[in-house]
């Protein structure tokens, strides 16, 4: 019997850290685009992604310039990881 | 030489019945997610998978080179009677499972169907056990665990990060995210499933001695191999679409995003990588890792427990099937026919049972207390209307774990804490419990 550990933490390690990677970039995209609520995000703060269909929000500004520059790099790193995996797909 | 031609005939159009429930039953993989969050309408979702697949077919011309992974010794020469009765054993497991609702791997049923098949015609020194463990089982440990973490600490991530911003804010990215990572799923899914087909046919071919070996599949192997895929991508198994996308865990945007990205990422490293992981795993795996990544998430265990004790059974079920079709068709012409007047016979009576309780892109979203149609007779006697309206309204009206996070955390993690272990050590006995776990899954579902 042989097991092939290597290759298995290999696919492990990678699955994992391009998953989490692509997830936080692609999050943070999408948070740099969002407008930033200028109060209120103390109490709601501690929950995850507020899903409240009650709208609580302060006054909602634009996301500033810095930020959505931000944002547009993070979806330009994650459309060369797409654009990496169909070239794995075709190779 | 009539007598060849005909029977080679026979496996190529079953070939192309197999690739067909493949895609049929795949759809779910790339699509549940997206469809149970709305990202994409029912409809919408099929038809781009299906056009994916098709076009994945036509990506990469590297044909596998051994059908069944070198679990059978196919040097000493694969009769096509064979390799007819392990797709016979392959199509049906794969229709069964689907009217269970139960994602279950195609490539491990044609495994499966074909090392029954070759134990019944040959003996069992012609299947190598160490390669079933290697290729089998250990990847069917494996992936669940491996998709299942990428997802659940992606979805925690992606929770932390976005935990200021606003739902309708995010809604639109995370769609795009979602829809995405399902594309590149299904695209490797035309590719790799696809090209199993392609490689059966021309090997059917080359012993009939249509095609020189070692050559290259015509392009009408192809094309019909990708358009059997797409076409039954495109009907979708609604039911399994249910089952992953409703009955593991109720998906938020977030979580689908992350768990379609988990499980995009994890076919492609593993199949780059060379130790190949099962679609269907790595995306139930990724689901729940998701389920779990969500503070007030549920995982309904009972349902998971099923799946697994399915993936548990594929491999003998349809072995066992093959191996009778084996028998049947080495009889001569009379065994090959009769094999397939009951293979013709046992579809349609799945599929006039599966009218009993249709599950199309009409209803596919709709949640019954169980979540699962998998003993549907029973489903539809006990489960009374009334409480999947309740689950429903409470899923809508819920606000996930926003301001009451605090305080519905606290039971739902406690109540997925003490099974979480469970099934990973004891599959069997989770399996065991589906039936009167039921009522269980009907409460976890109206905590979240």
Same mark, same amino acid.
């Given at each position: ?6 290759? %298995? ?6 699955? @994992?850290?391009?998953?989490?990677? %692509?997830?936080?970039?692609?999050? %943070? ?15 709601s703060?501690s929950a995850a992604a507020a899903a409240s ?19 547009? @790099? ?13 070239? %794995?797909?075709?190779? | ?38 990202? $994409? ?14 076009? !994945? ?8 080179? +051994? ?82 973490? *990428?997802?659940?600490?992606?979805t925690r991530?992606?929770y932390r990060?976005?935990r200021?911003?606003?739902e ?15 594309? $590149? ?5 035309? +590719? ?58 109720d998906?938020q945007?977030p979580q !689908?995003?992350?768990?379609? +990205? ?31 990544g969500r503070k007030g998430g549920v995982?309904?265990?009972? +349902? ?24 049947? *068709? ?65 899923? *809508?009206?819920a606000p996930a774990p926003a301001g009451t996070g605090e305080v519905s955390a606290a039971?739902a993690l406690? !109540? ?31 905590v979240s």
């Amino acid at each position: 019997m042989d097991i092939d550990w290597a290759a %298995l933490g290999q696919v492990f390690g990678v699955s @994992l850290v391009a998953t989490v990677g %692509l997830v936080g970039l692609f999050t %943070l995209g999408i948070v740099g685009h969002a407008p930033r609520r200028t109060q209120d995000t103390a109490s709601s703060g501690s929950a995850a992604a507020a899903a409240s269909p009650a709208g609580s929000a302060g006054r909602v500004s634009q996301a500033s310039p810095v930020a959505r520059a931000g944002g547009y @790099l993070c979806y330009a790193l994650c459309l060369v990881a797409v654009a990496y995996g169909i070239y %794995l797909i075709a190779a | 030489m009539e007598h060849i031609t005909l029977l080679i005939g026979i496996v190529i159009i079953t070939a192309l019945v197999f690739d067909f429930t493949n895609g049929f039953h795949d759809t779910a993989n790339a699509m549940a997610t997206t469809i149970s969050t709305g990202a $994409l309408t029912p409809r919408i979702a099929v038809a781009m998978s299906a056009g994916l697949n098709l076009v !994945g077919a036509f990506l990469s011309i590297e044909v596998a080179k +051994t059908i069944s992974s070198g679990i059978i010794d196919e040097g000493s020469g694969v009769q096509p009677e064979v390799i007819f009765a392990g797709l016979v054993g392959a199509i049906i497991w794969n229709l069964l499972t689907w009217l269970a609702g139960l994602p279950s791997s195609s490539s491990h049923a044609l495994m499966g169907g074909l090392m029954g098949a070759t134990i019944a015609a040959v003996g069992t020194g012609a299947v190598n056990g160490d390669v079933v463990v290697m290729k089998v089982l250990i990847p069917a440990l494996a992936a669940p665990l491996v998709a299942g973490i *990428a997802s659940l600490c992606a979805t925690r991530l992606t929770y932390r990060l976005a935990r200021h911003a606003q739902e309708e804010q995010t809604a639109k990215g995370y769609r795009a995210g979602q829809i995405t990572s399902a594309a $590149l799923v299904s695209l490797a899914h035309g +590719t790799n499933d696809a090209q199993k087909t392609m490689g059966v046919i021309t090997l059917a071919l080359v012993t009939g001695g249509a095609l020189a070996p070692g050559s290259d599949p015509p392009v009408w192997v192809i094309a019909s191999a990708g358009m059997a895929i797409a076409l039954g991508t495109y009907l979708g198994g609604w039911r399994i679409i249910r089952t992953m996308g409703k009955g593991i865990t109720d998906i938020q945007p977030p979580q !689908g995003f992350a768990a379609q +990205t988990s499980a995009a990422a994890t076919i492609l490293a593993s199949s780059h990588i060379g130790f190949s992981l099962s679609t269907t795993h790595v995306c139930s795996g990724a689901v729940m890792g998701s389920g779990l990544g969500r503070k007030g998430g549920v995982v309904r265990w009972s +349902t998971a427990g099923r799946m697994v004790v399915g993936w548990a059974l594929t491999l003998p079920a349809a072995g066992l099937v093959a191996a009778g079709a084996a028998l049947l *068709a080495e009889q001569g012409d009379w065994g090959v026919t009769a094999v397939a007047v009951l293979t013709v016979a046992i579809c349609g009576a799945i599929w006039l049972r599966s009218r009993r309780e249709p599950v199309d892109h009409t209803n596919v979203n709709d949640v019954r207390p169980a979540g699962a149609p998998v003993p549907a007779q029973a489903a539809a006697g006990e489960a009374p209307e009334p409480a999947g309206v309740v689950t429903t309204a409470l899923q *809508a009206v819920a606000p996930a774990p926003a301001g009451t996070g605090e305080v519905s955390a606290a039971p739902a993690l406690s !109540g997925t804490a003490g099974p979480e272990e469970r099934p990973g050590e004891r599959p069997g006995e989770q399996g065991a419990h589906a039936a009167p776990g039921r009522p269980a899954s009907a409460s976890a579902s109206s905590v979240s």
